[in-house]
């Protein structure tokens, strides 16, 4: 009896939510990033190709399309989709503003397409077909009654011609025109249409989220000579000096850590010291003292207007500066005297400071973000950005943004875009791939990566692998790091500049984004704190630094040329269509990056060597490079300028680490001129 009564309850709620004269199903979506939970990415002016299954029962035919629109549009565009194989529909629609964009599906029988395939078979016959250009009459009059201007006449007419007395040839001609199919495809009869139950959505960025190129530096330490008895403390202007020399390299990006005032409890002192001595300036990411909180600059630096000007001074030289956002703050900091309820209390009364153990970062205080009054939190945390969005930071790195809450993250990112569409965030998360993940899906626009330990050709293959396709490519944009501050890799200590040079040209061909901490990096600095660390001997995190640019072994003009190749070429502003191609020797990896079109494709070889010269056969995937095996190309190695002519997939190389561990190839294909003269395009 229970059961009964349970079934015709839910039956009865069926009957509620559904038409049963909507006989389309729409299902496998794609993208669709956990069932609709979080929007897609894209830069403005890119695509978005969507794909559904849809079908239906029977043996109708079936029409589709992808309604979308912007968040600023009222009402929906439709692009209709076309049919692959198997039931499989795919569209592809164009996203051309900041902002937000909706799109969902819509699926319904066709009685036109129904009747127009049905006719195809019909007419291969001599039969009476008079009933069926009657059925067809009917639904072009259906179709003009949609339809305005001259489309109605047109298909008014044709619906009289189908009803008349013309003869047949002429109806079988007019009813199967291409003409008359392109107009019933623009005026459908969408009667029972079914609707995805979804409005997914895809966050639109500025290019800068696709492609970008990163350089660190301390202002701190940017002072033009040494002290007497150490380093002068650097300025805002005098970091504004350095600027020529990073827009020369061809960096778009200048990422500063933080420029707050540094708290003096528990200051640590050089080489991550616990006791810190008098002139020890301490770690950047110890925020907050007397002077102020994360809405203010150590004084040493200058002040806000010397921070503005900075900003200014750097768009002149084609650079964008990047802010290191860290909420974590020092014993010092303001708020832990104003609101000392946004912090975790131990139990002898003191606030908890942060501890990875056997770590403990007594200089640190981390926010309780299960505090009570968390609300009050958040809302103050926004007011740090954008306290800097109006000082013109429109770009931010934040640390470690995988131990604060991740709804805070979720929230803020989505409200502040609301306001400003024009603003980046980059996750610093060397963590969980769940946890990087799900701060992409937040909202976070790039991420660091595991990249700076993949050094082998199986690892480096597999990991991009995963990152470039497939669903984590819609949200998920790496940005790479063969070095930071915080991590001088094992590769790099042991490798001297050779390993530099690798690192360089993977970091800036695999990635579409990707950065260094300089000028450690392309002054090839490798000394480890203690064997088997990561750290820096003497690391720039806890004292000033002064260093000699024009060194004669500075990788500065490599830097500069890699990074032209990657301006000059559009295949690597892009990671979607990165390719691996087989080698002969497990110490050559070879890849390759195109443009849809093609029309810029460029193949990468690389020594992962550091040490010994490798040469190996390479194995090109000619078919997905669209290269004709039966006719040569040439490969223009843009590092060195040489130019090889290959043919075939089987090519031959060798690099030598010291002089050059790799070839970045833009293959130009060969072209046969009206004066029958060969020439590479």
């Known amino acids: 009896m229970s059961t009964a009564m349970d079934s015709s309850t839910l039956g009865e709620t069926l009957l509620q939510q559904v038409d049963g004269r909507q006989r389309v199903v729409i299902e496998g979506v794609y993208p669709e990033i956990d069932c609709g939970q979080f929007p897609i990415k894209r830069v403005t002016g890119q695509s978005v190709v969507v794909e559904a299954d849809v079908f239906a029962d029977g043996h109708d035919s079936i029409s589709c399309q992808v309604l979308y629109r912007s968040d600023t549009e009222r009402d929906w565009r439709a692009q209709s989709m076309r049919l692959l194989e198997n039931g499989r529909w795919r569209a592809e629609i164009q996203v051309t503003k900041l902002g937000q964009y909706r799109y969902t599906l819509e ?23 008079r009933i069926d250009f009657l059925i067809g009459a009917d639904l072009l009059e259906d179709a003009a009654g949609r339809a305005s201007g001259a489309d109605s006449l047109r298909l008014a007419d044709s619906a009289r011609l189908l009803r008349g007395d013309s003869d047949q040839e002429s109806k079988v001609e007019v009813a199967l025109s291409d003409e008359t199919a392109a107009l019933m495809d623009h005026y459908p009869a969408r009667r029972f249409a079914t609707r995805y139950d ?30 007497r008895h150490g380093t002068f403390h650097g300025t805002f202007k005098d970091c504004e000096a350095w600027l020529p020399y990073i827009s020369s390299m061809g960096f778009d990006v200048l990422y500063l850590p933080p420029i707050h005032p540094i708290g003096r409890t528990f200051r640590k002192g050089k080489n991550n010291s616990v006791v810190a001595q008098p002139d020890d300036v301490g770690s950047p990411w110890a925020i907050g003292a007397d002077e102020g909180g994360h809405m203010s600059v150590h004084p040493q630096l200058g002040t806000l207007d010397d921070f503005r000007h900075l900003v200014s001074k750097a768009k002149e030289c084609g650079l964008e500066v990047a802010l290191d956002i860290a909420f974590q703050c020092s ?5 832990t005297r104003e609101h000392p309820e946004w912090f975790r209390k131990r139990p002898d009364g003191s606030i908890q400071y942060a501890e990875n153990p056997p770590k403990k970062y007594q200089d640190i205080y981390p926010f309780d973000f299960e505090t009570p009054q968390w609300r009050q939190l958040w809302d103050e945390l926004r007011n740090v950005l954008v306290f800097w969005i109006q000082q013109g930071v429109r770009i931010f790195r934040v640390d470690n943004p995988h131990t604060k809450a991740l709804r805070f993250w979720q929230w803020v990112i989505t409200s502040l875009k609301e306001e400003y569409p024009d603003i980046l965030f980059l996750a610093e998360a060397f963590t969980r791939p769940q946890l990087m993940y799900r ?21 480096l293959t597999d990991y991009f692998s995963e990152l470039t396709h497939g669903k984590t490519s819609d949200y998920f944009r790496p940005n790479l790091w063969p070095n930071t501050p915080d991590i001088l890799p094992e590769f790099l200590q042991v490798g001297s500049r050779p390993a530099f040079m690798i690192r360089l040209i993977l970091a800036a061909t695999l990635g579409s984004n990707y950065g260094i901490y300089g000028p450690a990096f392309e002054l090839c600095e490798n000394a480890a704190a203690a064997p088997g660390s990561e750290e820096y001997l003497n690391s720039e995190k806890y004292e000033l630094k002064h260093r000699d640019l024009n060194w004669p072994l500075s990788l500065k003009n490599l830097i500069a040329r890699v990074n032209q190749i990657r301006r000059d070429n559009p295949a690597l502003q892009s990671n979607r269509n990165l390719r691996f191609h087989e080698t002969d020797n497990p110490l050559v990896i ?29 194995n090109l995937d000619l ?37 050059m561990p790799a070839h970045i190839l833009r293959v130009r294909r060969r072209i046969r001129s009206e004066r029958d003269f060969d020439y590479y395009l």
């Not at 699926?107 to 009747?115: L, N, R």
């Not at 959505?201 to 800068?208: G, W």
């Not at 810029?600 to 040469?615: E, R």
């Not at 290269?627 to 997939?649: C, I, M, T």
Request: negative net charge; aromatic residues 14%.
């Open 107 to 129: 699926g319904w029988i066709d009685p036109f397409k129904t009747w127009r395939h049905d006719l195809m078979k019909r007419v291969k016959v001599p039969q009476d077909l």
């Open 331 to 335: 014993p010092d900091h303001p708020y």
């Open 439 to 459: 701060l992409a899906k937040l909202g976070f626009s790039q991420s660091y990566t595991y990249f700076t330990w993949r050094n082998t050709k199986q690892e």
């Open 623 to 659: 078919e997905s490079l669209e290269l004709d095996p039966n006719r040569s190309f040439q490969a223009h190695d843009l590092l060195s300028d040489g130019r090889y002519l290959w043919q075939g997939k089987r090519n031959y190389v060798e690099l030598v680490p010291e002089s």
């Open 198 to 227: 979804k409005e997914l959505i895809v966050i639109v960025e500025r290019e800068k989220a696709l492609f970008s190129t990163w350089y660190e530096v301390f202002p701190r330490s940017c002072a033009p000579e040494p002290g």
């Open 590 to 618: 070879c890849y390759s990056k195109s443009t849809d079109d093609h029309s810029d494709t460029i193949v990468v070889v690389v020594n992962l060597d550091a040490f010994h010269t490798q040469p190996s056969w390479i």
